[in-house]
């Protein structure tokens, strides 16, 4: 109940494309999913995120769709460009009294944008 | 500038050493996290601290150590006990319940010679 799913495992998109990425969760006590992206060698970085009573949030050209009843979620990076080019993560988490279990990473999604 | 720093970038290990990761945090952010990371895999909790002096096993505890003596300092200790310590490895710390959310280090890339 703990996990969360994300999918693809890698993407390969064209230059002004739309890169999608799509993550599912089981536990309805998550209330808060961030995104991070993460460049070779270096640190995850917060990129977005949103509160399961929205159901859009877009940032530039960054946008979340969250589908509460299905319990999913979407990163959309519209016209991508190479420097999109990272792994991307989707997380969730949730007030809990222990802090090893109030967050959860996805495994990750690879973003190579062709130029 | 607030943040967190992972020291050192790089690290080599000789078989039998132990090794320690320093990370620090001026975020005045009461919780603190190391994950590790291998290569084009996710994220995977080592050990996470709530609160000086209290530390608890996350989910790959076996052969690391840490400490949390003071709130800004979570050093981690890859001790000769992990054989297999070549990885990426991240520091993360977060403060703000209601939001919950982490913010990373750069990272140490550690490696066995």
Known sequence: QQQVKQSPQSLIVQKGGISIINCAYENTAFDYFP???????????????????VSEKKEGRF??????????????IMDSQPGDSATYFCAASMIADNYGQNFVFGPGTRLSVLP | DGGITQSPKYLFRKEGQNVTLSCEQNLNHD???????????GLRLIYYSQIVNDFQKGDIAEGY????????????????????????YLCASSGDRARNIQYFGAG???SVL
């Open chain 2, 108 to 110: 140490t890339r550690l």
């Open chain 2, 31 to 41: 919780a603190m996290y190391w994950y590790r990371q291998d290569p084009g895999q």
């Open chain 1, 35 to 53: 995104w991070y992206q993460q460049f070779p060698g270096k640190g995850p970085a917060l990129l977005i995120a949103i509160r399961p009573d």
């Open chain 2, 65 to 88: 150590s840490v400490s949390r003596e003071k709130k800004e300092s979570f050093p981690l200790t890859v001790t000769s006990a992990q054989k297999n310590p070549t990885a990426f």
């Open chain 1, 63 to 76: 946008t979340i769709s969250f589908n509460k009843s299905a319990k999913q979620f979407s990163l959309h």
